[in-house]
Structures are given as C-alpha cells and as structure tokens.
C-alpha cells in the first residue's frame, strides 16, 4: 500500500472516530488508536488532511448537503460521509493532486470500506462537483 493511501486511510479512519465517538481532536491525531506501524509521511498526510476537513467540516457538509439532493444527509452512512468530506477537501485545497487522482482514490476507499453501491454514490457526487467546477472556471 502506498504512503498516500495510507495516510488517507488513516485520515478516513479519523474523520470516522471524529463523527461518530467525537473523542478530542489530539486524541485521534494522536494515532494511538492505530495498532500498525505509521510512517512519518504517513503520518503527516493524515494529519494535514484531518486538519484540513475538520478546519472546513461544516462548509464541506452544506457542500455534500447540495450535491446529495435526493438523499437526507443524516441518511448518507458516516464511512460515506467521512470519504465525501476527504474528496471534497482535497479537490477544493490539494490543486497538486489531479482531481481524477482523488476520485480514483475515493473510489478505492469506499470499496475497501463501504458497499460496493456506495461506488457510484460517492462518484456520482464528485463528478457534480468537479463538472460544476470546471464550468465556474470555463464561465469566470
């Protein structure tokens, strides 16, 4: 497993514990509750990518709510949530990584974590995303 995808599991991992125990942010940044070796970048991905969504949660939320039209939010399972909120963080924030890269990437996470029909879920969402943004950047 790459160090990259590693991190985002790791980040995945803590957004999931952040939603639904709510432990304190240096609890789970902390990584102590990872009962496998984390390497330094690993380790730093994750934590800029937890710093990142948690720093944005409720922008990226109403984003999610927008995209979600025909799902109620609190019916999206909180794994799905969880990957929402990575992938949006990143295509807004991580300009670096190709916007492909980071749908390919949620799709490997929500078929690692999820059920196989959340694939087209989270990729339908991302794809509204990224089609309304290069339409913002086409028409501004």
Same mark, same amino acid.
């Given at each position: 497993? &790459?160090?990259?995808?590693?991190?985002?599991?790791?980040?995945? /991992?803590?957004?999931? /514990?952040?939603?639904?125990? =709510?432990? *304190?942010?240096?609890?789970?940044?902390? @990584?102590?509750?990872?009962? !496998?070796?984390?390497?330094? *970048?690993? =380790?730093?991905?994750?934590? &800029?990518?937890?710093?990142? #969504? #948690?720093?944005?949660?409720? $922008?990226?939320?109403?984003?999610? !709510?927008?995209?979600?039209?025909?799902? +109620? @939010?609190?019916?999206?399972?909180?794994?799905?949530?969880?990957?929402?909120?990575? *992938?949006?963080?990143?295509? *807004?924030? /991580? !300009?670096?990584?190709?916007?492909?890269? #980071?749908?390919?990437?949620? %799709? +490997?996470? $929500?078929?690692? @974590?999820?059920?196989? +029909?959340?694939? &087209? @879920?989270?990729?339908?969402?991302?794809?509204?995303?990224? =089609?309304?943004? %290069? /339409?913002? =950047?086409? $028409?501004?």
């Amino acid at each position: 497993m &790459s160090a990259r995808h590693t991190g985002r599991v790791l980040a995945l /991992q803590s957004l999931y /514990q952040l939603d639904l125990v =709510k432990p *304190s942010l240096s609890e789970v940044l902390s @990584f102590d509750w990872y009962d !496998k070796k984390i390497d330094e *970048s690993e =380790k730093e991905m994750a934590t &800029s990518l937890i710093m990142g #969504v #948690v720093e944005n949660w409720e $922008t990226i939320d109403n984003i999610i !709510k927008e995209y979600s039209r025909n799902w +109620e @939010f609190s019916r999206i399972s909180v794994v799905n949530r969880c990957i929402l909120r990575l *992938s949006i963080y990143s295509l *807004s924030n /991580q !300009k670096e990584i190709p916007a492909r890269v #980071v749908i390919n990437e949620a %799709l +490997e996470l $929500t078929r690692e @974590f999820e059920r196989e +029909e959340s694939v &087209s @879920f989270i990729n339908g969402i991302l794809d509204a995303i990224l =089609k309304d943004e %290069l /339409q913002r =950047k086409e $028409t501004g």
